[in-house]
């Protein structure tokens, strides 16, 4: 559907709006190269119209886009999400923005806490081969913390409303909700207020969910042209990690009992048994 046709339907007559939505439009034209977005295809217009608005805020109503598209409720949310990937469309999210969005300021100070802990965390337990392959300031990390400090402290949080605005693709959210539960328990919803135990694993679990983030981040700076760069760089990635677990493992072999010297004390002069 023509842009300009599917923003009169809508009711917006800002020429801004429709101007910057035609250019995302061409964008992703030329991005993508002729390659094509699958069932998300139908709704690439209706879904640069609402970054458009997004960019230039102006209010829109999601819902009616995602109807006017012809596309389900899910497949919208995710063309959308690429889309924004695909554009470079960039969205701020600071703590205290969350908090004001869903009428919780008074956790913004702990989500503020809770996340300068996990990159604490991160830094201190992850391989140091990848600890610059991870932008632990992006929007998904950001989330993922606020939504665990909510559910914590038992404040409702509508998760599509928290993600659709940052772009955020399901996999990548739970790859980094993932990395968060591993290495922050103590937030985990029904834990006691003293810190649990990790459990074994908790920081390959962190540094796989932290990994595929990265994977993510890197594919969408690469480009769908360059997937063979890609997947060399996520090859090279998965064996310089094997390769430093292999070092920290204890040696493999038969394991030999040692020997135990027992000596008994000495009897004293004069003693006997009676």
Same mark, same amino acid.
């Given at each position: ?77 995710? *063309? ?6 695909? #554009? ?11 908090? #004001? ?61 928290? #993600? ?38 908790? /920081? ?9 983030? *990265?994977?993510?981040?890197?594919? /969408?700076? #690469? ?52």
């Amino acid at each position: 559907m023509d842009i300009s046709m599917l923003a009169r339907r809508i009711g917006i007559s800002d020429r801004a709006v429709q101007n910057k939505a035609s250019e995302y439009m061409r964008l992703a034209n030329t991005r993508l190269a002729g390659a094509s977005m699958g069932t998300g295809e139908a709704c690439k217009a209706a879904a640069c119209l609402e970054l458009s608005c997004m960019m230039l805020q102006h209010s829109i109503d999601s819902g009616a886009l995602q109807k006017h598209s012809g596309a389900s409720a899910t497949v919208y949310r995710n *063309a959308r999400a690429m889309l924004q990937k695909l #554009l470079g469309v960039k969205t701020q999210t600071h703590p205290r923005d969350l908090c #004001l969005q869903f009428g919780c300021v008074r956790l913004e100070r702990p989500v503020a806490a809770a996340l300068a802990t996990f990159k604490q965390r991160y830094v201190a337990q992850v391989a140091i081969a990848q600890r610059g392959t991870v932008a632990l300031n992006k929007p998904v990390f950001v989330a993922a913390i606020f939504l665990a400090v909510a559910q914590k402290n038992k404040v409702k949080v509508d998760k599509r409303r928290l #993600l659709e605005p940052l772009g955020v693709l399901p996999t990548e959210f739970a790859a980094a909700a993932t990395a968060v539960a591993s290495l922050m328990p103590e937030l985990s919803t029904g834990s006691s207020a003293k810190r649990r135990r990790k459990p074994e694993g908790a /920081e390959d679990e962190a540094a796989d969910g932290c990994l595929a983030v *990265a994977a993510s981040a890197r594919l /969408e700076e #690469l480009g769908s042209s360059d997937e063979e760069e890609y997947d060399a760089w996520k090859t090279a990635m998965l064996e310089r990690r094997a390769a430093e677990a292999k070092a920290n493992d204890p040696p493999s072999g038969p394991l030999r009992q040692a020997t135990l010297t027992y000596n008994a004390p000495a009897r004293e002069k004069g003693s006997s048994c009676m």
